[in-house]
C-alpha cells in the first residue's frame, strides 16, 4: 500500500482547503486514517482521524473547524479545513493503519501554509 497526499497550499485565514490522501494497493476493509500535522520547530501532533465505521476524532484546536471523510470506492480519505488560521501552517500527513496485519503507512507530508 502506498499514500499519496495532495491539496496543500496557501491560503489566507478564515480560508478552506481540503487535503487529499489517495491509498494505492489492496485496502482491507478495517482500516483507520490519521491526520498529522508538523509546524516549523514543533513536534509532529496527531490532529484528527477517521476509521471504517466512520468514527471520528479530532483534537481540540480543529474540533468544529476540521472535518474528515472517505471515499471508499476510491481508497481515499479527505480532511476538509474551514476557517484556516495562521497557526495552522505546518506539513500535514495522513497515516492509514490497517487493523488485521497492524501495519503503518505514511503519506509524503503536503504544506500548508496560512497567511493573516
Known amino acids: 500500500v502506498q499514500l499519496q497526499a495532495s491539496g496543500g497550499g496557501l491560503v489566507r485565514a478564515g480560508g478552506s482547503l481540503r487535503l487529499s490522501c489517495e491509498a494505492s494497493g489492496n485496502v482491507p476493509n478495517t482500516w483507520r486514517v490519521r491526520w498529522y500535522r508538523q509546524a516549523p520547530g514543533k513536534m509532529r501532533e496527531?490532529?484528527?482521524?477517521?476509521?471504517?465505521?466512520?468514527?471520528?476524532d479530532y483534537v481540540d484546536s480543529v474540533k468544529g473547524r476540521f472535518a474528515c471523510s472517505r471515499d471508499d470506492g476510491q481508497n481515499t480519505y479527505y480532511l476538509q479545513m474551514n476557517n484556516l488560521k495562521p497557526e495552522d501552517t505546518a506539513v500535514y500527513y495522513c497515516k492509514l493503519f490497517l487493523l488485521l496485519s497492524m501495519a503503518n503507512y505514511w503519506g509524503q507530508g503536503t504544506l500548508v501554509t496560512v497567511s493573516s
Open positions: 496527531f490532529i484528527a482521524s477517521i476509521d471504517n465505521r466512520n468514527i471520528t
